[in-house]
């Protein structure tokens, strides 16, 4: 698959769980993003990676860790999530951060939390 | 910060059709408005995007048109097909410091043949 890969696709854990969200872009953009897709709600932008460098976090819980070891991973860490943070968790790429850059998603994580 | 607001949340139309989705933002200094689609079980892909500095974009049978003193831009998508039946998102970008994308909630567009 080309583009911008996820894995795994689907996640099912419990409240004391760790895991990782995982996702890869072959389009050697340099900035790289976390959204969070709840039911009826917009699109949430969690973290902006830019050339490795983590340069949002928009009010994001701590359980929530990200990491960016190159311009083409971006992991979520997961610890102690609640049931509430169900969602669709959605990577995108862009050549970089600059206004008016065209975001490639990948085909997202459907988390669940029991 | 931006706020987007779209509406409606749902529209259905017949088959040839046209449609017609809007959306307002609340930061002047907001310089780039993308579209979306996300089809069911899929990613969503960009399908237009239009500028500040132009007034109307369009690509065969989508449009968007954009009225900055008013702060809102609208989709267009003209003879609709059963294969535009998706969520449809507007989305507004931050000049300056953060440049994050804010979305709008999205519309679910059915079309019926």
């Known amino acids: 698959e080309t583009g911008v890969t996820q894995t795994p696709r689907h996640l099912v854990m419990g409240m004391t769980n760790k895991k990782s969200l995982k996702c890869e872009q072959h389009?050697?953009?340099?900035?790289m993003y976390w959204y969070k897709q709840s039911a009826k709600k917009p699109l949430e932008l969690m973290f902006v990676?830019?050339?490795?460098?983590?340069?949002e976090n928009n009010s994001v819980p701590s359980r929530f860790s990200p990491e960016c070891p190159n311009s083409s991973h971006l992991f979520l860490h997961l610890h102690t999530l609640q049931p509430e943070d169900s969602a669709l968790y959605l990577c995108?790429?862009?050549?970089?951060?600059?206004?008016?850059?065209?975001?490639?998603f990948g085909p997202g994580t459907r988390l669940t939390v029991l | 910060g931006e706020n987007v607001e779209q509406h409606p949340s749902t529209l259905s139309v017949q088959e040839g059709d046209s449609a017609v989705i809007k959306c307002t933002y609340s930061?002047?200094?907001?310089?780039?408005f993308p579209w979306y689609k996300q089809e069911l079980g899929k990613r969503p892909q960009l399908i237009i995007d239009?500028?500040?500095?132009?007034g109307e974009k369009k690509d065969q049978r989508i449009a968007v048109t954009l009225n900055k003193t008013a702060k809102h831009f609208s989709l267009h998508i003209t003879e609709t097909q059963p294969e535009d039946s998706a969520v449809y998102f507007c989305?507004?970008?931050?000049?300056?410091?953060?440049?994050?994308?804010?979305f709008g909630k999205g519309t679910k567009l059915t079309v019926n043949p």
């Open positions: 995108a790429s862009s050549q970089d951060r600059a206004s008016g850059r065209e975001q490639f």
């Open positions: 389009l050697g953009h340099n900035a």
């Open positions: 990676y830019n050339f490795k460098e983590q340069t």
């Open positions: 930061d002047s200094a907001s310089n780039y």
């Open positions: 239009i500028r500040s500095n132009v």
């Open positions: 989305a507004a970008i931050t000049q300056g410091g953060s440049e994050k994308l804010v």
